[in-house]
């Protein structure tokens, strides 16, 4: 089994300023990671994710996330963030052998302050 | 967008009754999931299915029933709602079981 830790549930954050948004998993086998974000009143959609390769991880709107198996985190980060950032971010994890359950954090909402 | 739709996207009921709320996909994925939402709880799945009339359990899963006669349809039935089941539904849909998952736009159910 696995599981997913998002500490902060929530992050308040000036625009234009810095933002890490953190997850730490736990899982006794190998996993694909992935950042989804949820904009107010909508479904999840993908952000970003972790299959092999780079550990840098980017997506199409600034975001970026690496991943560090020794410390099992995937912390995404955005150098300097906008008012439609504002939503919630969740963080998932699913064993790579084979299908089975993925696993969702709880979510950290981020808080864009003009 | 992935081509998913629920339906109702609202609806409010009492104690009791019986309720069914549909999953509907256009992209022919194999894999179909629902899964509650609920503040301090993130997202937690219900029920899972891999194919047409394979479904299974996932960790939330008492008090529902799923069912999957076609491809593109995905049925989530309360047998008996109570007011723990107030929540909000999220149908989502994947081609394979360790990759993206797509999601619909939800159904806010109420159980008074």
């Known amino acids: 089994a696995q599981s997913v830790t998002q500490l902060d549930s929530q992050v308040p954050v000036f625009e234009e300023a810095p933002v890490e948004l953190r997850c730490n998993y736990s899982s006794s086998v190998s996993v694909y990671l992935f950042w989804y974000v949820q904009y107010p009143n909508q479904g999840l959609q993908l952000l970003l994710k972790?299959?092999?390769?780079?550990?840098l991880v980017e997506s199409i709107n600034g975001f970026e996330a690496e991943f560090n198996k020794s410390q099992t985190s995937f912390h995404l980060r955005k150098p300097s963030v906008h008012i439609s950032d504002t939503a919630e971010y969740f963080c998932?994890?699913?064993?790579?052998?084979?299908?089975?359950?993925?696993?969702f954090g709880t979510g950290t909402k981020l808080q864009v302050i003009p | 967008d992935a081509g998913i739709t629920q339906s109702p996207r609202h609806k409010v009921t009492e104690t009791g009754t019986p309720v069914t709320l549909r999953c509907h996909q256009t992209?022919?994925?194999?894999?179909m999931y629902w899964y509650r939402q609920d503040p301090g709880h993130g997202l937690r799945l219900i029920h899972y299915?891999?194919?047409?009339?394979?479904?299974d359990k996932g960790e939330v899963s008492d008090g529902y029933s799923v069912s999957r006669s076609k491809t593109e349809d995905f049925l989530l039935t309360l047998e008996s709602a109570t007011s723990s089941q107030t929540s909000v539904y999220f149908c989502?849909?994947?081609?394979?079981?360790?990759?993206?998952?797509?999601f619909g736009p939800g159904t806010r159910l109420t159980v008074l």
């Open positions: 998932a994890v699913i064993p790579t052998g084979g299908y089975q359950k993925v696993t």
């Open positions: 299915s891999y194919g047409v009339k394979d479904t």
């Open positions: 972790y299959l092999s390769g780079s550990t």
């Open positions: 989502a849909i994947s081609n394979e079981g360790t990759d993206t998952q797509y």
């Open positions: 992209e022919n994925h194999r894999y």
